[in-house]
């Protein structure tokens, strides 16, 4: 873009929730240009982003519907059954059966969700690489290396000045740039959290005996530990523990991190091999104290940062891009101002209680189930207990895992904008 060259939309952050976002707004007749501090290139790196996502089948609707199936779908694992287990001791799934333990299983929704799994196991590397191709194909312009310096916000238009001295204008700027989202800081709009004391520790393994599509999400007093199915009877493991002892097991000699990881995995799906490197992650909570202000909007990350417990964070952010690229193509063809306060309060409202309630759900869901207190752990059991034996109540909880429940926008439902 030279310089000045106005855009219809600025996208600082060409991360999963920001691409989808542009891809959504140029397949509809918009022009996006997206910034990024990493170049593509380097986001597709094996070392860069070692983290797998599992994404509500509404979601991947959404990929779907931007064209994306025939680059997803080889790399892309159902998950048919998700088991919740509730322990103090290690040993994944191992034993007897657990005294409290919730089963979902998709042949209960088949008929709500057409035959949809509970969700789908992705690979971050491939999900990147399969927007990084779609984003090139429809011709998006991505100023990558680039960083936003700063950003002003004038009654007709945004202007963001890159690290270059590049200036940009345009209607709207979206902050998609993650936590330390620049435009966010410049728009004024604060932001408020804290720090759960956790890492998440993440790692990729081959596995002897099939997974058969079955997620487990086991409780310990230290913190989750997730064995999430890929393709090719892999799993990545999401395993959060302290921040002194997650340091501790990204440091650990291979033999070492492999004990640890064998002790508390189990052997019921048979000897376990770690392929790859051993990614770890600090975990927060962080909530935009508004989602957009006059021609902002915020996008992913940058508007909520959520514990990946319940993997909803990346889902957060896809909902936020296929919400808000319905709001800005209708505005756009009725002849509005895309980033006017009228336009910006439609995307706000739309997504403002799903956020804030699933942001705090999460956060209830990590303090009760990230310690080892008598009497949570009885409560907690019996409500698992409760759940488990209530039909209505499992379903309700898996059409909403699926991003299903409540006013969808056409992307979600697997339709083009």
Known sequence: ????????????????????????????????????????????????????????????????????????????????????????????????????????????????????????????????????????????????????????????????????????????????????????????????????????????????????????????PGGPFAILPLTDDRASLVWTESTARGAALKAARPEMFQAHLERRFGDFLGAIAVEGPVFTYPLSLQLAERMVAPRVALLGDAAHGVHPIAGQGLNLGLKGAAALAEVLVDAARAGEDIGSEAVLERYAAWRRFDTVMLSAGMDAFVRLFSNDNPLLRMARGAGMAVVNRIGPARRFFMQEAGGAVGDLPRLLRGETL
Do not use: C
Not at 7 to 30: E, N, P, R, W, Y
Not at 64 to 93: F, K, N, W, Y
């Open 1 to 220: 873009m030279s310089e000045g060259r106005n855009a219809d939309v600025i996208v600082a952050g060409a991360g999963m929730a920001g691409a989808t976002l542009a891809l959504s707004l140029k397949q509809a007749g918009l022009d996006p240009v997206l910034i990024d501090p990493v170049a593509f290139d380097d986001q597709l790196a094996p070392a860069f982003d070692g983290r797998a996502s599992a994404i509500a089948y509404a979601a991947y609707r959404q990929w779907r519907a931007l064209g994306l199936g025939d680059a997803l779908d080889p790399h892309a694992q159902r998950i048919e059954q998700i088991l919740v287990t509730d322990s103090t001791t290690p040993g994944a799934a191992a034993g007897a059966a657990p005294p409290f333990f919730l089963r979902f299983d998709s042949g209960e929704i088949a008929d709500r969700s057409d035959g949809e799994p509970l969700g789908y196991l992705l690979e971050n590397r491939h999900t990147r690489a399969a927007l990084a191709g779609a984003v090139k194909a429809a011709g998006i312009e991505v100023l990558a290396p680039a960083r936003v310096a700063q950003a002003a916000f004038g009654p007709r238009a945004a202007e963001v000045t890159l690290a270059d001295g590049r200036v940009l204008s345009a209607p709207l700027a979206v902050g998609a740039e993650g936590r330390g989202s620049v435009i966010r800081a410049e728009a004024g709009i604060g932001a408020i959290g804290w720090d759960y004391r956790q890492t998440g520790v993440v790692a990729t393994v081959r596995l002897e005996r099939p997974h058969e599509g079955v997620a487990y999400e086991y409780f310990l």
